[in-house]
């Protein structure tokens, strides 16, 4: 039977500190998160945060010096940060603008309106007002990019002769605005939809695309009626 050596030993816990070392802003950021999702980010505190994720305070400073920084953190881990993966596969999109629309929002739901994530625009909403640093930087790193994917899109539409001439100073909170009430539906039950209704998630979703896209379309001209000459 082969020797266990102490230098062997050594290696494989040090090894699997590395790793743990590793995992830990990973594993901070998701109990950040649900902590956010359950009691909102004024009532959170770093000491909670720090013991769901089975660390101590002091090693959470280690990687974040302040429950704002974890905060950021949460949201470009989620959000923000996903804005480059999310435009280079707009612009590498081959199918129609109207499909590409309709893309988008089944996209928003799997990825973002489906999990957890799906609170954050909740938070800022009922938060950001006395947090206006935290606001400042969502409208920055979230909002924006948002209204800038979304305008994108319906300008692709309109240059590629799909969607008429569009408002852009309105036209993009007219997708935005159907993906947040489904936000506020899903985390304010009884508030904003009537919780017997059963609202299904993507039946909606493709309802609003639907009439969006009846909206936006360029159509053929009606056909006149025919004239009492034409018609005798």
């Known amino acids: 039977m082969p020797s266990i050596k102490l230098c062997d030993i050594a290696a494989t816990v040090r090894t699997r500190r590395e790793r743990r070392k590793e995992s830990r802003p990973g594993e901070l950021l998701a109990a950040a998160l649900e902590l956010f999702v359950e009691k909102g980010y004024a009532a959170t505190r770093v000491e909670e945060v720090a013991k769901r994720a089975g660390v101590s305070k002091g090693t959470l400073f280690l990687y974040f010096s302040s429950k704002e920084e974890l905060f950021k953190a949460v949201v470009r881990e989620n959000i923000s940060g996903r804005f480059l993966e999310w435009t280079q596969e707009l612009e590498t999109y081959e199918g129609s603008s109207a499909d590409l629309l309709r893309r988008c929002m089944a996209v928003w739901w799997e990825r973002v309106g489906s999990t957890h994530v799906s609170c954050i625009p909740k938070l800022m909403m009922s938060e950001g007002s006395n947090f206006p640093e935290l606001a400042a930087f969502y409208d920055l790193e979230v909002v924006r990019p948002g209204d ?75 056909i006149p009626p025919l004239s009492e000459n034409e018609t005798t």
């Open 148 to 222: 800038e994917l979304i305008r994108r899109i319906l300008q692709r539409g309109i240059a590629g002769g799909e969607f008429r001439p569009l408002d852009m100073k309105y036209a993009s909170y007219l997708v935005l605005a159907p993906m947040l009430f489904l936000t506020m539906a899903m985390h304010s039950s009884g508030v904003w939809a009537d919780p017997e209704s059963n609202l299904d998630p993507l039946e909606y979703i493709e309802m609003q695309v639907d009439i969006l896209l009846n909206g936006m379309c360029l159509q053929s001209p009606p």
